[in-house]
């Protein structure tokens, strides 16, 4: 029997699916099996087009054609269309070599994305030209709208809409219900197809599955590297640790990694698995679930997902401890620790005192509160003397031991005050948790623990999670120091002895979120701060325009700059607004700019970390740390012109400054890598802060206009 190539799929093709009749579904399926078996039928069914992007080939089926290529055992298919008509002129060359876009997406590690043999596009000139919206080519009506699944609630907004940029901006519909409007009306060009990811067609039934609702979606193609990291050393004595740069699709190995745990539990004669999978925010526990619902169908309800924190709340909750303290996030904390710094009595003379005193106030409340929660809190320090022996690894600012003595003190009266307020931070909850543990405790609940994001977590955090999992072999850790937006740098056996990794390490290399302009001239901000260079030089799947740079003077021209350049971006990604975001430095900053944004006529709502809802319609306005491990197609960097930024005290010490303008550098670097498509950064004009420095115009347009 002749060989069975391997399908995959673009998200284009699929929804060009739902436009079809089922009888022509059924055609194009017979088709693809077709192409399944040879790739290159008879000479005169297929042609190449050979100055299209991406090179592919076309195949007639019934009415419409049918876009895909090949290389080596991958077949994969484009999208459709039913046009006559030749953008491209077309060349019958089977000898032409096939383009090699499909195996560098496929394996970028191996492959060579960048010098694709496709023809190049020219990202910035079209950023640049996208000038008039078309016309839509049928008027929407009622019975198009019940066509597309559209609920009722939308159609009197639509039924207005007579243009593709007031259709993509169309205040107060999601913007998927827009995208599927838009994939109705226009052909995706090519090259914007081609960026699409790759899903596994298994089972060419599945289309008609696919066509008549019963199956919602395709998996991703994995790359050879991190398919084998989904179910690497399963079979080892200890945990697994993945690394790798933004965007390299740790988060989406963990989730593979699940479901090869719950396909090794299961075989092992274990019918009810339970696994837990955490990760940072509450926004990203909502896109995981959905994830894991579509890898492991029923299976699903095998894994919990939560936060850290959510976990470290139930298992106080079990030891009927949880209620103790109120957990106090505002500025409580910090007051406390200023009236702490003035009660305490320090060692030595008066000049001593005095000296110890006025290093803890240079020091800034944020500084010393850090220095405390990471420092003590988070490693479970014991005692002074194990304070004044630590390594501090990850700060710059040195202490001596008289200093370091004089901290302790503040933080035992510190302390003292919380308690008779009744109060907790996080941290020190985390640490109530880790002390009840003790040393030897294992909780064993959970077959397999899957640690997604864990260079946020503080040690104490981890320490109960990895006490939850009842094997070590079955841990499962995904890291990036680089994105570590609190730096506390220490060594995981040092948080706990299961968390040894030797020879259980790996490395994941290629970008599948951010074009190659956006990763590199990120890259490059964060170089020109001096700060620790990628583990490995980073590799991209897809291009796009280079990203902006751009000075104001107020508020107003950031808003007005802002609606203009989301406007251009959207209209020529051909994304809804809806795909915009905005990372803030802050929450005052966030809602100013929200606001802003409302006033020049675009939908723009401010949510906080805690109430992140990203199917809400319109543009999002978040701050830069709640934006981690999110990812939005267009993104901008704003916010601070109207806030003092970044606030670093007065008489800070070099080495004092030194640190924190690494975090936010750490911090505005992980905001610029949420950016898939297109990114902005806007500076307030006269900005001193070097934070807002080092848009090397190699890598950033700072004069295109807008
Ligand atoms: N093999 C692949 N093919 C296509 N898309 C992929 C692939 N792997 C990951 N992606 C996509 O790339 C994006 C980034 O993946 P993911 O969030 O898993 O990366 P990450 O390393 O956890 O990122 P970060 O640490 O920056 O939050 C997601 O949109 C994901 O769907």
């Not at 190049?120 to 078309?134: E, G, L, Y």
């Not at 740069?245 to 090794?264: C, D, E, F, H, M």
């Not at 978040?622 to 670093?648: D, M, Q, R, W």
């Amino acid at each position: 029997m002749s060989k069975k190539w391997e399908l995959l799929i673009k998200p284009a093709f699929l929804d060009y699916l739902l436009k079809l009749p089922s009888k022509e579904v059924k055609q194009v399926r017979d088709k693809v099996e077709m192409l399944e078996q040879n790739p290159l039928p008879d000479g005169k069914l297929k042609k190449q087009l050979i100055y299209m992007p991406g090179r592919p080939y076309r195949i007639r089926s019934g009415d419409y054609r049918i876009f895909y290529t090949f290389q080596q055992d991958v077949v994969c298919i484009y999208k459709m269309d039913d046009r006559d008509d030749d953008t491209y002129s077309d060349t019958v060359a089977p000898e032409a070599p096939p383009s090699s876009d499909v195996l560098a997406a496929l394996d970028v590690e191996h492959g060579d994305a960048a010098s694709s043999s496709s023809p190049r596009v020219d990202w910035d000139h079209a950023f640049d030209s996208a000038i008039n919206s078309k016309p839509l080519p049928e008027p929407i009506t009622v019975e198009l709208l019940t066509r597309l699944r559209v609920p009722e609630q939308y159609h009197a907004r639509l039924l207005r809409v007579r243009d593709q940029d007031r259709l993509l901006s169309c205040p107060g519909v999601p913007d998927e219900i827009l995208l599927r409007i838009d994939g109705h009306m226009f052909d995706p060009p090519m090259e914007q197809v081609i960026q699409q990811p790759n899903l596994v067609l298994s089972d060419t039934e599945d289309l008609l599955r696919y066509k008549e609702g019963e199956l919602l979606t395709f998996l991703l193609k994995l790359s050879p590297d991190q398919e084998r990291y989904a179910s690497w050393s399963m079979g080892g004595t200890g945990p697994t640790l993945v690394k790798g740069g933004p965007g390299t699709g740790k988060s989406t190995v963990a989730l593979y990694r699940i479901r090869s745990l719950l396909n090794q539990l299961q075989a092992n004669g274990q019918a009810q698995p339970r696994i837990l999978f955490t990760t940072y925010t509450n926004a990203l526990i909502r896109s995981s679930q959905q994830l894991l619902k579509q890898l492991l169908g029923p299976n699903h309800i095998y894994v919990e997902v939560a936060t850290a924190d959510s976990i470290i709340h139930k298992f106080l909750r079990a030891r009927r401890q949880e209620n103790l303290y109120q957990i106090e996030s505002g500025d409580q904390p910090k007051k406390l620790l200023t009236r702490a710094i003035g009660e305490v009595t320090f060692n030595g003379n008066q000049l001593q005192q005095q000296a110890q005193q006025q290093i803890l106030q240079r020091m800034g409340g944020d500084y010393l509160m850090e220095e405390i929660e990471k420092m003590i809190i988070a490693r479970q320090l014991g005692g002074k003397e194990e304070y004044v022996k630590a390594s501090r690894s990850g700060r710059k600012l040195r202490l001596n031991a008289t200093q370091r003595t004089a901290v302790w003190k503040v933080y035992e009266r510190w302390l003292e005050l919380m308690k008779e307020q009744g109060i907790e931070t996080f941290a020190l909850r985390r640490l109530r948790a880790a002390r009840l543990l003790g040393p030897q405790v294992a909780l064993q609940q959970y077959d397999a623990v899957v640690i997604d994001e864990a260079q946020d977590l503080d040690p104490t955090a981890l320490r109960v999670l990895v006490a939850y999992c009842k094997a070590p072999n079955r841990l499962f850790i995904t890291a990036d120091a680089n994105q570590s937006i609190y730096g506390s740098g220490f060594s995981w056996s040092e948080v706990h002895e299961s968390l040894r990794f030797q020879g259980r390490t790996c490395i994941l290399k290629a970008n599948y979120r951010s074009t190659a302009e956006i990763g590199e001239a990120a890259q490059s901000y964060l170089s020109h701060g001096a700060l620790e260079p990628e583990v490995t030089e980073p590799q991209y799947i897809n291009n796009g325009p280079t990203p902006d740079a751009r000075m104001v003077a107020h508020i107003s021209h950031e808003a007005q700059l802002l609606t203009a350049y989301f406007k251009q971006a959207s209209r020529s990604l051909r994304l809804p607004i809806g795909s915009c975001a905005v990372l803030c430095p802050n929450e005052n900053a966030g809602r100013a700019l929200a606001i802003a944004l409302e006033n020049q006529g675009l939908e723009a709502t401010y949510m906080s970390g805690r109430e992140l809802d990203l199917s809400r319609p319109g543009i999002k306005v978040i701050t830069l740390k709640s934006s981690k491990g999110l990812e939005f197609p267009i993104v901008a960097l704003a916010g601070f012109t109207s806030t003092n930024y970044p606030i670093i005290p007065a008489d800070a010490s070099d080495e004092q400054r030194a640190e924190l303008l690494a975090g936010e550098r750490r911090t505005l670097f992980v905001g610029m890598t949420r950016a898939m498509r297109a990114l902005i950064v806007i500076i307030p004009q006269g900005a001193t802060t070097p934070l807002l420095d080092g848009f090397d115009p190699k890598y950033w347009n700072l004069t295109r206009k807008i």
